[in-house]
């Protein structure tokens, strides 16, 4: 949300409380680009809340609390000094808000397309229309919330993504380098459970920390993040989440605006634990060689042999020739300690 950039300095404390029986702990607050992250002692991210489904529960009163959107038990107490943050925070409910389309003014136009549909046909009662319609109608900022929460279930494995300032700097220009017309793609790394690369619903791609702190150089986190991008070109990843959790859940989708937590849960777990099948290698080396990357390095990531991804190495369009570095040395340093060692 670029819109807001003089937010991003900002910081404030308050009270976080994980759960309605837990304890209160004293955080530390700061606006990103499209979330709201919490900081407990030692600079350890406690909680990553996405700014859409951000929540005043009790505006003109003290101290104000928020909460993630469906999730009241979850809060975040501000007292009446930090006036200047609780004033951000309320400026970018009300801009969001504006900006998408109205709850029930969405839901009105979906239910009169179904009927319509069905009075010329029944196309979308069939499940597999059903589905494309869903994939259709619903707005970015919807699907930055189902990323978010779906982001929200993988944390229960993969821990909150790392927060090192400037190891995410130096991620950020990474992301530029190798997808520079992706304006909405945002990098995380995570610690563990993401095998390689995983992109969400609202662009937002998940990075095991491994690609940066097992590899002496760039080459091999860039290749994933381009392999994961070939992937998700051949298919919309909330595409995929509705065909994995059903037409009843996309019928869902369509009249209430949310998706079951049980379904999100489900899927989180089959995006971590079942294997996917690699791009094809010609249109990979035409992305390595669109964002001027070299494809060997990251083919002996998958296979140090090279015998299963051969066609990856001898075809590596920056064999012969080096390629502009991806990034400068210091930023590949810093990334490589983005979690803290």
Not at 176 to 194: I, N, P, S, T, Y
Request: glycine share 8%; aromatic share 6%; hydrophobic share 45%.
């Amino acid at each position: 949300m670029k819109q807001f950039a003089e937010y991003r300095q900002l910081r404030a404390t308050g009270l976080w409380r994980e759960r309605p029986d837990a304890q209160r702990r004293n955080v530390t607050v700061s606006i990103g680009e499209a979330t709201l992250t919490l900081t407990g002692q030692n600079e350890r991210v406690v909680a990553h809340w996405s700014l859409p489904a951000l929540t005043h529960a009790n505006p003109g009163h003290y101290p104000a609390i928020f909460h993630p959107d469906g999730n009241p038990g979850e809060t975040l107490e501000l007292a009446e000094d930090q006036a200047e943050m609780i004033r951000a925070l309320n400026r970018l409910c009300t801009v969001i808000e504006r900006s998408r389309p109205h709850p029930g003014r969405l839901r009105m136009v979906i239910l009169s397309a179904v009927v319509l549909a069905v009075l010329v046909g029944g196309v979308f009662w069939l499940p597999d229309a059903l589905r494309r319609h869903a994939v259709t109608v619903v707005p970015q900022a919807k699907r930055a919330t189902i990323g978010a929460a779906l982001m929200s279930e993988i944390n229960r494995v993969s821990g909150p993504a790392c927060d090192q300032r400037e190891g995410q700097e130096a991620l950020d220009r990474l992301g530029r380098r190798v997808a520079a017309d992706d304006k909405r793609l945002r990098l995380l790394v995570v610690r563990e459970g993401v095998k390689g690369a995983l992109l969400l619903p609202g662009r937002v791609m998940l990075l095991n920390r491994t690609l940066f702190e097992d590899y002496e150089e760039p080459d091999v986190a860039a290749g994933f993040i381009l392999a994961e991008l070939v992937r998700s070109a051949s298919g919309d990843p909330l595409a995929a989440l509705l065909d994995y959790v059903g037409v009843r859940s996309a019928f869902q989708l369509l009249t209430t605006g949310d998706l079951p937590r049980t379904a999100l849960r489900s899927y989180a777990e089959h995006l971590l634990t079942d294997p996917r099948a690699r791009p094809p290698a010609p249109a990979l080396l035409a992305r390595f060689r669109t964002a001027q990357v070299r494809s060997s390095p990251y083919a002996f990531a998958l296979d140090v042999t090279g015998e299963t991804v051969l066609g990856l190495v001898e075809a590596d369009p920056f064999a012969a020739e080096a390629p502009p570095p991806l990034l400068r040395d210091f930023d590949w340093l810093r990334l490589q300690d983005i979690c803290g060692g």
